[in-house]
Nanobody, 130 residues
Framework: EVQLQASGGGLVQAGGSLRLSCATSGFSFGDYGIGWFRQDPGKEREGVSAISTKDGTTYYANAVKGRFTISSDNARNTVYLQLNNLRPEDTAIYYC???????????????????????WGRGTQVTVSS
């Protein structure tokens, strides 16, 4: 059974940092796509970042480029999202999602679309105060 669990959220002031973790199990981690999405109440879920665990290819939403960094620890079957220089508009529930590696390579430029992803974990709340 594929499982993904996001953790690491919290309350920080604007300009602060957090590191989110997505712990995974139940699939071959070495060739998978792991993505981070976020959703604020009343808004649509949006893609934040994604990574290929096979070759390290990364994807970022324009809103977070230069501030967020995604990385993969294949020995721990875990993907991290480092959030720096946080802004109040980054406040949301952050979710991680998974898709087999071959599908991430196929969807490519559509990675940010939630409907392209197969597996979802429970989210972690990030709140940024001004």
């Amino acid at each position: 059974e594929v499982q993904l669990q996001a953790s690491g959220g919290g309350l920080v002031q604007a300009g602060g940092s957090l590191r989110l973790s997505c712990a995974t199990s139940g699939f071959s981690f070495g060739d998978y796509g792991i993505g981070w999405f976020r959703q604020d109440p009343g808004k649509e879920r949006e893609g934040v970042s994604a990574i290929s665990t096979k070759d390290g290819t990364t994807y970022y939403a324009n809103a977070v480029k230069g501030r967020f960094t995604i990385s993969s620890d294949n020995a721990r079957n875990t993907v991290y999202l480092q959030l720096n220089n946080l802004r109040p508009e980054d406040t949301a529930i952050y979710y991680c999602a998974g898709v087999p590696g071959r599908f991430l390579r196929e969807i490519g430029h559509k990675w940010f679309r939630p409907e392209e992803w197969d597996f979802w974990g429970r989210g972690t709340q990030v709140t940024v105060s001004s």
